[in-house]
């Protein structure tokens, strides 16, 4: 197991505040993603990770933005939440090795935004 | 860009039955990564089988099993003698090399007593 864990699991937020999530890995893994699910669409990328201060934008990071300063951490904020962004919210890293490889996925923070 | 599709939102079986789930897949890539993984109710992501491009052989995983069809972008999962504790959502991914894993849209699997 990766060691991945996401905080807070739950939120619930006014319109216009912003928030950030959290996400904390203990095995020193490079690459780290941001996810977000919704009904009919699966997972989509928000940001990722390739490194400490590397960062890239997915195919839905309009309105959010991410910091990692630190291997083990990886944060989401949005900057002014919107009812749009209502959704549950996955952190993932990536591992790569012989006939071991794949991504582990942290337990979500389901993000209420009313 | 890749992309995923699974074209049944919803599928049922009866326990101890089998049951296959679909996915396409859209690449020009030859060397890639399909993956199915399961989200029950917790929520939690949980890896159930893994598949590589370049090996010809189907994945097993117990009681779970791909058919692979590298030419058709095919990957269907089958679960034989289904439990109880198969029911969730099951998310199709693909991934190549050190890009980001993309995911079909889920199908949920309820499984009759």
């Known amino acids: 197991d990766a060691g991945i864990t996401q905080s807070p699991r739950h939120k619930v937020t006014e319109t216009g505040t912003p928030v950030t999530l959290r996400c904390h890995q203990t095995?020193?893994?490079?690459?780290m993603y941001w996810y977000r699910q919704d009904p009919g669409h699966g997972l989509r990328l928000i940001h990722y990770?390739?490194?400490?201060?590397d960062t890239d934008k997915g195919e839905v990071s309009d309105g959010y933005s991410v910091s990692r300063s630190k291997t083990e951490d990886f944060l989401l904020t949005l900057e002014s939440a919107t009812s749009s962004q209502t959704s549950v919210y996955f952190c993932a890293i990536s591992y790569w090795g012989t006939g071991n490889y794949g991504y582990t996925f942290g337990s979500g923070t389901r993000l209420t935004v009313v | 860009a890749q992309t995923v599709t699974q074209s049944q939102p919803e599928m049922s079986v009866q326990e101890a039955e089998t049951v296959t789930l679909s996915c396409t897949y859209d690449t020009s890539e030859s060397d890639y990564y399909l993956f199915w993984y399961k989200q029950p109710p917790s929520r939690q992501m949980i890896l159930v089988i893994r598949q590589e491009a370049y090996k010809q052989q189907n994945a097993t995983e117990n009681r779970f099993s791909v058919n692979f069809q590298k030419a058709a972008k095919s990957f269907s999962l089958k679960i034989s003698d289904s439990q109880l504790g198969d029911a969730a959502m099951y998310f199709c991914?693909?991934?190549?090399?050190?890009?980001?894993?993309?995911f079909g849209a889920g199908t949920r699997l309820t499984v009759k007593p």
């Open positions: 991914a693909y991934i190549r090399g050190n890009n980001d894993m993309r």
């Open positions: 990770s390739y490194g400490v201060k």
């Open positions: 095995e020193n893994h490079r690459y």
